[in-house]
């Protein structure tokens, strides 16, 4: 007896067989065909519905999310109101200078600053880095502050001249720089801000150049993570979003995992509740800890976070790699070794 067999969006081991032994059976055939097709497009309109309406929450966040990350428009350097910042990170493999603007503080305690990276006329982010590493003037520090001119230069020609002087300028050094002799590291340093203030007019001080330790690299990426999350925010009361807090209008805040060019960080928020060791070895977990107040007013804690972080120096991308290629290149060698 001849068979016909259909399968309509289902998985391939679900058939359906009819015999065809009349024209009555080929529209019992079309009918049930039929049916099951509309079956199976009104429980997919089900499911759509209920998944659109689970996800209105969930949709209000990626909204905010784009409104903090996504928008273009050109920064507007005619606004008065407007403050700038320069942070030059000087990574292992480059050196890379970011310029930030915010709007004067809203006053709310309860509010952080608005921070934005500035972008220039076409809408790009105002960004800019160069090769290789500021460690790579090691033996000729006397050049550090030369090496970091493109840098300034670009940023000086983006932030309104009349804006200078209020602008402070960062300048924060990492795993490549621990890798440095300390006497290496401080001439380094003592160049830059030896030299960079006759030629720009950022606000800058030797504080504001140094090189950072793995656990502030890891604090300022768990920072910067989050707050370009809105995991800082407070939680508006129209949001059902449960999960997301951890109490009363305090939202839950992300881990990172951050692999640099020479170092690896992770970084992860700690209740204040909670201990990481028991009270006997509490002082030795500090070294592990780190406690901050985000929030524009110190008497306000409802923006205090306890981070625990730890970093690896020499685990970063770059060294990972290395390694790795090292380790290929000594089994090869081992192995012409056996066979000549």
């Known amino acids: 007896m ?59 966040q990626y909204e905010r999310y784009l409104a903090r990350v996504g928008e273009l428009e050109a920064t507007d350097t005619e606004d ?30 309860h509010d952080l600053l608005d921070i934005k990276q500035m972008r220039d006329r076409n809408s790009q982010p105002v960004v800019k880095k160069i090769k290789p590493g500021i460690s790579a003037m090691a033996d000729t520090p006397e050049h550090a502050s030369d090496y970091l001119r493109p840098l300034l230069s670009f940023a000086a020609a983006h932030v309104p001249v009349k804006k200078h002087k209020e602008t402070p300028l960062y300048i924060l050094c990492t795993a490549g720089m621990r890798l440095l002799p300390e006497r290496k590291q401080l001439a380094i340093l003592a160049d830059l801000v030896k030299d960079l203030p006759l030629e720009f007019d950022f606000l800058f001080s030797q504080s504001q150049a140094e090189v950072i330790s793995g656990k502030q690299e890891g604090v ?7 707050f370009v999350l809105g995991r800082f925010d407070h939680v508006d009361e129209s949001d059902a979003e449960a999960p997301q807090e951890l109490a009363a209008g305090r939202r839950r805040t992300v881990g990172i995992l951050d692999m640099g060019g020479a170092s690896l960080q992770i ?50 991308g770059n060294f990972a790699r290395q390694r790795y290629e090292d380790l290929v290149l000594n089994e090869t060698l081992n192995k012409n070794k056996v066979l000549f």
């Open 220 to 226: 300022y990426a768990w920072i910067g993570i989050n």
């Open 267 to 316: 970084a992860y928020e700690v209740p204040t509740s909670t201990s990481v060791l028991p009270p006997k070895q509490e002082e030795a977990a500090k070294i592990l800890l780190a406690e901050f107040n985000l929030g524009c007013d110190v008497h306000h804690t409802e923006h205090v976070y306890r981070v625990y972080v730890t970093t690896f120096l020499g685990f970063g």
């Open 2 to 60: 001849a068979r016909i067999s259909f399968s309509y969006l289902c998985p391939a081991s679900w058939y359906f067989t009819v015999p065809t032994v009349s024209p009555f059976s080929r529209q019992r055939v079309a009918f049930l065909g039929l049916f099951f097709i509309s079956c199976l497009l009104l429980l997919m309109l089900i499911m759509d519905f209920r998944h659109s309406g689970a996800s209105l929450p969930r949709d209000r």
């Open 80 to 109: 008065p109101n407007l403050n700038y910042g320069l942070v030059v990170d000087c990574g292992s493999s480059g050196s890379r200078i970011f310029v930030y603007f915010w709007p004067r503080h809203n006053g709310n305690p």
